[in-house]
């Protein structure tokens, strides 16, 4: 294989965000749609997600489901024993857990071999809690999910550096490539600032007096991600994400240490290190893209220095089409 | 007329960011496209901005233009006195600078009574400049106009507070609204810094030693603002607008005081008390919009304290549907 150019970042965006616009070409963006079937809960009119069309055709339709292929729509509607409309959030629950279950056992998807007896949130058009949905089973449905991202940096006198973890070459997905300082998932009932809390102390050892006193939340990066080999699993999978931005201006003596098996190590680097990691492609696609977000927030990227500063700045702050938190 | 109720944070984006999402419901944006022509250069299938329906019929179509009914373009084709087209930039640029004199003679629109006597830059699909336009007529023309905003804060013993002039009661749009700091609209062939450093010195005073040694860039604020009586002259026009945020923590002891006649004077505020003139509608809706990403990216609003943290993140970015700088 030959020597690849290195990656600007605009194509680490598109890397990361790459499911089309409308407003960049609707044609493509209308045929692009017609490969994905909408995820609906009955009652609801809103999208939740998108489904490939493989997925839709190898999930079983029970009793719970409706497989339209004429409207491209798979609706969920959790029926009680008597085929009656269940009522509450509790049952909804446990029968797509119970169907999900049963998916799993019957290994129809590579990515159910990635089960985390973890359950995501899927919101409706009010910002109400839906359903719950285990964790590996939310790219089959396409559903928007969230985490929590931390930049760990530390001021030096030879500028700014930032704290960069290894991906343990066991994980799942992008095993061995380079990370955020801090990141992961929330489950449902989880709210952001305590998954962070939470996640610092798991994956950094970084003790919660610390994150709590000196944290900041920066925003939000939003982003809609369409999965390729890495990620382990079927591929064209849809993944919209919100991310929930914190940076931490860590003191000198603090060294972050893997506390779980998430990271081989954490490297203190400089930014033309990160920079250049990045732009070999040794960074997980979402992670470069929160990083740059961090570099234009800090003014290290700028309309002098990138060319496609307008353009970035947008893709890193998608509005997705879906009901969100 | 009785006490209107605050406007929340939402309210205010959904004041400056007003032209409707493809995603949020394609009817209701197909049905607003077909209110405007697109506006076009020959050579380019590339829309450049939308003009209402309303402009379109008045503006005078010479041998220099197209208007297209049916496909609902409105095409500027620049012709020599031969009526051939014309090959170069400073021909395009004469020939537009001359019909828009003449629009201006002729009273057609009230937008041209407030004739700048200052160019914008019209960028094509490849950032390459592709034509000069008198800033007055480019809402006219609904082309994205540029322009740098500036935030200077000081830290106190109080906290953050940050320093908000007044607009003029005799400027031609939002007269006597609130402003941010320093923002003005870049003129082609200006780079936005440099428009900062001129912009912070005519406007605010500010030394250019300090701006230059103490501001940061960071990032671009982008919407799609639809006009209302509030600036002036025609309404319905579309301003799509990227600005370049810049971020200035001031020493105590530097006071702003008015350069030109832009300001009334300025104020040095608690965070508190600009949230409050935001939420009763005293600033111009577009520097209130920038004011909400600095409050996110700083840590003030967060998604604990704010229910459209999501939502708004993304509106503060938007992705605009024509080409940029």
């Known amino acids: 294989m030959g020597q690849k150019r290195p990656r600007t970042n605009l194509d680490l965006v598109n890397e990361c965000d790459n499911f089309p616009y409308y407003s960049d070409g609707p044609e493509v963006y209308k045929a692009t749609l017609q490969d994905y079937y909408h995820f609906l809960l009955e009652g609801y009119e809103t999208c939740l997600g998108y489904v490939t069309s493989t997925v839709a055709a190898q999930l079983p339709i029970t009793q719970h489901w409706t497989r339209d292929d004429s409207k491209r729509r798979l609706i969920f509607q959790p029926r009680d024993d008597s085929g009656a409309p269940v009522q509450t959030l509790e049952e909804r629950n446990n029968i797509l857990a119970e169907y999900l279950q049963d998916v799993r056992e019957r290994k129809i998807f590579r990515v159910l071999d990635g089960w985390r007896a973890e359950l995501y949130p899927v919101y409706g058009p009010n910002k109400e809690l839906l359903l719950n949905m285990e964790r590996s089973a939310s790219p089959l449905f396409g559903v928007v999910t969230y985490g929590v991202h931390l930049t760990g940096y530390v001021r030096t006198d030879e500028g700014m550096k930032i704290w960069t973890p290894r991906r343990s070459l066991t994980k799942q997905t992008y095993p061995g490539m380079m990370d955020n300082t801090v990141a992961g998932g929330i489950s449902t009932g989880e709210r952001p600032f305590e998954c962070l809390v939470r996640e610092c102390e798991e994956e950094a050892s970084l003790p919660a007096e610390l994150v709590r006193s000196a944290v900041k939340a920066c925003g939000t990066l939003t982003y809609f991600h369409v999965r390729d080999a890495r990620a382990g699993g079927e591929t064209g999978l849809c993944q919209p994400e919100v991310q929930y931005i914190y940076d931490l201006e860590m003191p000198p003596d603090v060294i972050p240490s893997p506390g779980d098996d998430e990271a081989i190590d954490f490297q203190l680097l400089t930014v033309q290190e990160v920079q250049k990691a990045m732009a070999d492609g040794r960074f997980k696609p979402n992670c470069a893209h929160l990083l740059l977000e961090f570099f234009i927030r ?25 009901p969100t938190a």
């Open 298 to 322: 800090h003014g290290i990227l700028t309309e002098e220095n990138e060319p496609e500063y307008i353009e970035i700045s947008s893709r890193l702050h998608r509005k997705l089409e879906f």
